[in-house]
């Protein structure tokens, strides 16, 4: 694996390109480019990152098209995430629109809602959890819903003018930012970059993993 010197300005323009064309047709034309400028430099990235972020996986660029109306067969993004013993993800993400990062829980399952809420609930660290959130948003850094959002009103059992009803909507729980097509993204700056988002969202991770953890249901339950 060689070292990781960026992601190529041919990275950028793979994907766009697929957006407008994706079929396997142009896939499997395009393939060498996707496999020395977006898929090798990522995984330079994967082996590059800090130990505390390792192991990363990438994702497959197949789409599981199953249940989706949408048919095209391949991602329009390459990603890559790591997880803590505690369970936050750290998240990177690579398209035609540039480069993204994100640390937290993107997505909690039923049992770390569960646990989430209450902690949320509590006085102490519910305020905890705020006050983190409010330190975050001085240095711009916004902390947001994950992957499926919000409630659109207070989750059963709590009310609906509790002083943190919007933290106890949301389903998961990230900080994440958009860097774009800086021309640092084409140097090993883009390394240190993301890393310095995924160490600034430190302080939410750490009260996710204490007080919320990873889930402990079964991989069938997960998926009801």
């Given at each position: ?9 041919d990275?950028l ?15 499997l ?5 996707f ?19 390792r ?24 990603g ?5 013993d ?15 990062a ?12 569960g ?12 305020e ?10 001085k ?10 959002g ?7 059992g709590?009310?609906r003018d ?8 949301r ?20 390394l240190?970059r993301?890393?310095?988002l995924?160490a ?5 991770n ?16 997960l998926?009801?």
């Amino acid at each position: 694996m060689s070292s990781f010197s960026g992601f190529p300005r041919d990275a950028l323009g793979f994907f766009g390109e697929l957006e407008a064309d994706n079929t396997r047709a142009w896939w499997l034309a395009n393939k060498e480019r996707f496999e020395v400028n977006v898929r090798a430099p990522m995984l330079a990235f994967t082996e590059a990152v800090d130990g505390r972020y390792r192991p990363m996986s990438t994702f497959r660029p197949n789409r599981d098209v199953r249940f989706s109306k949408d048919k095209s067969p391949y991602k329009t993004n390459i990603g890559a995430v790591g997880e803590s013993d505690g369970g936050a993800i750290f998240y990177v993400h690579l398209d035609a629109r540039g480069l993204m990062a994100a640390a937290g829980y993107y997505i909690m399952a039923s049992d770390q809602l569960g646990r989430y809420r209450a902690a949320v609930d509590a006085d102490r660290s519910g305020e905890d959890l705020v006050a983190r959130a409010a330190a975050l948003a001085k240095a711009k850094l916004a902390v947001v819903a994950g992957g499926e959002g919000e409630l659109k009103t207070a989750p059963r059992g709590y009310p609906r003018d509790h002083p943190r009803i919007d933290w106890l909507r949301r389903k998961g729980l990230i900080v994440s930012k958009v860097f774009g097509t800086p021309g640092w993204i084409h140097s090993a700056k883009a390394l240190d970059r993301v890393q310095e988002l995924w160490a600034a969202a430190a302080p939410l991770n750490e009260w996710l993993d204490a007080h919320v953890g990873p889930s402990t249901l079964a991989p069938e339950e997960l998926l009801r």
